[in-house]
């Protein structure tokens, strides 16, 4: 059987590739995805996607599939990074207050030994309920936010902080498992998935 590769250290896509009863081996990408300043759209987010698996998959010569992910929060047309610091995460969550945006993840299957890929979107719509200064203070200093674009993880929240989920939950933490199943079989059919 290949060996299974994600391009990540996110300790929520490991998580998310258990549940799919998958083993695989993580070997993190060193692909800079420098999103500073770009606007959103879905070829952008599948490129990113792209260029992390092939990172790691043209760094490999054996049999094996390479799992790259990437997931955005965007607000407009504006992409909402990871925060650089608290006041940043505080200003995201202002921004996201009291509206919907979107959460997109683009996932990127490559085989190594075709280089053969297959890249997926997939959206969800979240809303947030109008937060106050102190419910946003008082999240910052968990210091949870500092490391998820859009400076909130949905997984970890207060059931006050959101309005409305349409769409994958998974997606917004980062992996729709229904989008990742589809991709590895495009690539590799004889793959057994839960």
Known sequence: MKRIILASKSPRRQELMRTLGLSYEIIPSQYDENLEGKS??????KEVSRNKALDVANRLNDDAIVIGADTVVVLGNEI??????????????KKLSGKSHIVVTAITVVDVKTKEYYSEATTSVVTLQDLTEAQIKEYVET??????????GIQELDKSFVKSL????????????????NSLLKIDKSLSLY
């Open 143 to 152: 210091k949870k936010p500092l490391d998820k674009a859009g400076a909130y």
């Open 80 to 93: 909402l990074l990871k925060p650089k610091d608290e006041k940043d995460a505080i200003n995201e969550l």
């Open 166 to 181: 349409e769409g994958s939950k998974n997606n917004v933490i980062g992996l729709s498992t229904s989008s990742l199943k």
């Open 40 to 45: 959103f759209s879905y070829e952008l987010i």
